[in-house]
């Protein structure tokens, strides 16, 4: 089992503990942030799948450094919309 | 929530976890070799790192597109943010914060621009480029609004929304400018252009970034 492998299933036992977290039952907050978990796992996959034969691929990296912005993005909004929904029900 | 479904969510869990590393042990090698690619092309990018090749150059499309979403975002935070009813923002934490947390920050700030400057430049050759430097700029914003050295954003208007969408509209002027196709850089000045890129989306990512937080920070404050 090569080190790229090893992360690549790490990643996929982050996504299914983030997965878990979002359709529990669970304040707004968790969920978000196991959305955000499952989202990391998904960058882990695809980094550690793309250097499991050895060597560097840059493709992936540079689909992750894009992904990992836009997942800060889509967290910042989702924590906007959790708050005001939260203003809302006080 | 009863004790079944919760049963049931685990087991289906469990299972989609198993499905998962099997598919991913039974994965076969890739039939593009897509590292020898961009490695053949790398002279004709204008970058000597293969990442911010691909990212500038080769698959300038998902970046693009990318600042584009990092704007919309800021636009929904901004606008889910409660209204506040004064213009201007009080600037309540100031007197609050710590005095070394405000030394330390005012210490910290000018050191992280200087930083942002270097990874920017370092894309070029080495790991870094304008995601990084952005980074580094929206946590040196970071620091001084924790510190209560900065105000928060209740609504950026006048020059900060013109930094905001500078990146975004450097970019795709650059893009506009290509040869017959969107994005395709004349192969001598790519260096430059690449360049000129990532310093406009330095400044714009970095303040988008801090501006997620600000307006929160502006949400909180509010009445």
Known sequence: MTPGLLYALAGVALFVLGLGAMVLPGPALRRILGFNVMGSGA????????????????????????????????TALALALARRQEEKDD | ?????????????????????????????????????????????GVEHPVTAVLLNFRGYDTLLEVAVLLIALLGVVSVAKPVHGEEEKDEGKDEA???????????????????????WAGGH????????????????????LAGLLPAWPRPRGVLRLGLVAGLFVFLGVALLGQGALLAYPPDLAGGLILLIEAGLTISLGLILAGLFLAFAANREAP
């Not at chain 1, 996959?45 to 992936?60: H, I």
């Not at chain 2, 480029?129 to 946590?139: E, I, K, M, S, T």
Request: charged residues 10%; without cysteine.
């Open chain 2, 98 to 120: 710590n005095p070394v947390l405000q030394t330390l920050a005012r210490l910290l700030a000018p050191v992280l621009v200087i930083a942002a400057g270097y990874l920017l």
């Open chain 1, 43 to 74: 960058f882990l996959v695809l980094v550690g799948l793309a250097q499991r034969a050895g060597g560097v691929d840059p493709v992936p990296h540079a689909m992750v450094l894009t992904g990992i912005v836009v997942a800060v993005a889509a």
């Open chain 2, 1 to 45: 929530m009863k004790a079944l479904p919760r049963l049931a969510i685990h087991l289906f869990l469990l299972a989609l976890a198993a499905a998962l590393i099997l598919a991913v042990l039974d994965l076969p090698q890739p039939a593009v070799d897509l590292p020898a690619a961009v490695a053949a092309n790398l002279g004709k990018s």
């Open chain 2, 126 to 145: 080495r790991p870094g480029g304008a995601f990084q430097a952005a980074a580094l700029l929206a946590g040196a914003v970071v620091l001084l609004r």
